[in-house]
């Protein structure tokens, strides 16, 4: 077992196992982070922040339904000034913390991303992706090539820490905004968002069942499509990437990495698995490496591409 | 188990008091004390409340009109449909025969009513701040009562009454619910006396089940980890008795909370 290295670099981050938190799940406090840390981690993200405080849709905004999630939270959060108080001295959390940040516009990226360059957050993600809040991502045409271009360079300019541009699997051209990304500077790419929008109605009720009534699909369902993006963006781009969507057992991680991901994120996992799903992943993902004799993760990405 | 309301029809409907009504309904799903439901009315919005009475196949939850939503539930009729989801949390270890005491504080009876149900005999502390807003004194009849402007009972909080009753007799354990800084004076009271104690506490809840985050105490996800803790968790729990999320996330003093 200890000759097994689970072990990567990303961007320059060194991270002692590549299965990340992802955003939205369970990121709202500090001490929520420290929890997943200690359940494993190999690094963790903060819910998105904005400028200003949003209070996001109604409930219902989380359901489950056969093969995964629907959610339209609709980006609730206390604002980067409340979220400075919130995230300090994020040494505690024990693992690297990457913070999610959210804009209507260009503008708002630069101010928020600026506001964070003193703290100790590892890196910044920006999802160019949301499908279910209005000012926001696909719903306020972020995820084009043109757009992904231009709020990337510009927050690139206020910015040394790594940069994930976080990408939508609803766009047929996922790989030309990628490359927008990667041109204007980006470090990395996460790959996916949740997809969608899609619906649930409650037939009795005769309405849909999430308040904002579409939301983002996560979870199996969404497995393959991130799987495939994955494995299209790995040719055509040179920097990393973060393959999210879908993963809840290490299988799942080594088919994730195969497409060529560097670092897995896990959300919707922790829903079927527990909040202890970042220990389980990265112990099946040992035990399938012994078994399978590869003595490094690093081996194994891309693996399925050649 | 997925995560989806269900429709369910409301099948008699209670009045605990001027404020606060009890909705019946039927729901074929084991419950436990202490545990509660999401509760849906389409094109309006959906929160948690706790069961405040399990019966074969028919559940009660005691709404307090407080707000929109609840008032919208004050509204509804006996044959109206409201959406149901859950049970949801760890609910109340109900020990038995022990020498135990239940204390609600204003609603938060309602999350108490089933652990006194099943045990006979225990002692039930009910304090609010006046008399019309005590709630089950025909369901139970050997409360004792007080109210914070003495126009009922004993004059003076939960706390005080508590504190009185511990000179007549010891509790092994004490169950509580209500405003957080009347059950972090009670676990102090229980830290003091050596008693046992299970706590039910309340924050703002999104999903339910553990994904979103929104609830945290310390780390600890009231919908799933919760609602209810014991005391030696509390005593590692931060959070307790002094701050609480706000529905951006914001952390906020809990005597600052903006209900």
């Known amino acids: 077992m200890s000759k097994i290295t689970l072990a990567i670099n990303l961007c320059n981050i060194q991270l002692g196992n590549p299965v990340i938190l992802a955003s939205g799940i369970l990121g709202v406090t500090k001490a929520l982070l420290k929890r997943v840390s200690e359940n494993g981690a190999g690094a963790v993200t903060i819910k998105s922040i904005s400028k200003e405080p949003r209070e996001g849709h109604k409930n219902p905004t989380v359901i489950t339904f056969e093969a995964g999630m629907l959610n339209a939270v609709g980006y609730s959060n206390s604002g980067v000034e409340k979220a400075l108080e919130e995230f300090t001295n994020l040494q505690d959390v024990g693992v690297p913390v990457i913070a999610s940040v959210i804009g209507t516009q260009k503008e708002d990226f630069v101010y928020v ?66 490359k927008a990304a990667e041109d204007a500077g980006a470090d990395a790419i996460t790959a996916v968002n949740s997809m969608g929008p899609g619906m649930i109605i409650n037939i009795e009720a005769r309405r849909p069942v999430l308040d904002f009534k579409v939301g983002g699909v996560t979870g199996d369902a969404l497995r393959p499509i991130a799987i495939r993006c994955v494995y299209d963006l790995y040719k055509t781009v040179k920097i990393p990437i973060i393959g999210v969507g879908g993963i809840s057992t290490g299988r799942h991680a080594i088919e994730m990495m195969m497409a060529g991901a560097s670092a897995i994120g896990i959300g919707t996992g922790v829903y079927y698995r527990g909040i202890d799903i970042f220990k389980k992943i990265r112990e099946e993902m040992v035990s399938w490496m012994q078994e399978n004799g590869f003595d490094d993760i690093n081996k194994i990405i891309g693996a399925a591409n050649d | 188990m997925i995560e989806q309301p269900i429709m369910t029809r409301i099948i008699d409907i209670q009045e605990e008091s001027p404020k606060v009504k009890t909705l019946f309904f039927e729901y074929k799903i084991h419950c436990k004390p202490g545990q509660f439901i999401m509760v849906w009315l389409p094109l309006l919005d959906e929160k948690p409340f706790t069961l405040a009475y399990i019966q074969k196949n028919l559940l009660g939850i005691s709404v307090l009109k407080k707000g929109t939503f609840t008032n919208a539930l004050h509204n509804l009729k006996t044959g109206d449909m409201i959406g149901i989801r859950g049970p949801y949390g760890n609910g109340f270890h109900v020990q038995h025969p022990i020498n135990s005491c239940v204390i609600g504080g204003g609603i938060g009876m309602a999350s108490l009513a089933t652990v006194a149900e099943r045990l006979p005999g225990v002692t039930i502390i009910q304090g609010t701040r006046t008399a019309t807003e005590i709630i089950y004194q025909k369901r139970f009849h050997k409360m004792k009562l007080c109210t914070e ?96 999320l706000l529905k951006t996330g914001e952390r906020v003093a809990i005597n600052n909370k903006i209900h």
């Open chain 1, 113 to 178: 991303v600026e506001r964070l360059s003193h703290t100790k957050f590892s890196a910044i993600e920006i999802p160019l992706s949301c499908p279910h809040t209005p000012g926001f991502g696909l719903l306020a045409g972020q995820g084009t090539p043109q757009a992904t271009f231009g709020i990337t360079s510009e927050v690139r300019k206020v910015t040394k820490l790594p940069l994930f541009i976080k990408l939508s699997p609803n766009i047929p051209e996922i790989c030309t905004v990628a």
């Open chain 2, 149 to 244: 402007d003495g126009t009922l009972g004993f004059k003076g909080t939960t706390v005080d009454l508590l504190k009185e009753e511990l000179k007549k007799q010891h509790f092994q354990k004490i169950y509580t619910c209500g405003p957080e800084i009347m059950l972090y004076k009670i676990v102090k009271v229980c830290e003091m006396h050596g008693i046992e104690c299970e706590v039910s506490l309340e924050r703002y809840i999104k999903c339910g089940f553990g994904i979103c985050g929104q609830c945290d105490c310390s780390g600890q996800r009231i919908c799933i980890d919760g609602p209810v803790f014991c005391i030696k968790k509390l005593q590692t729990m931060e959070d307790f008795g002094k701050t609480t």
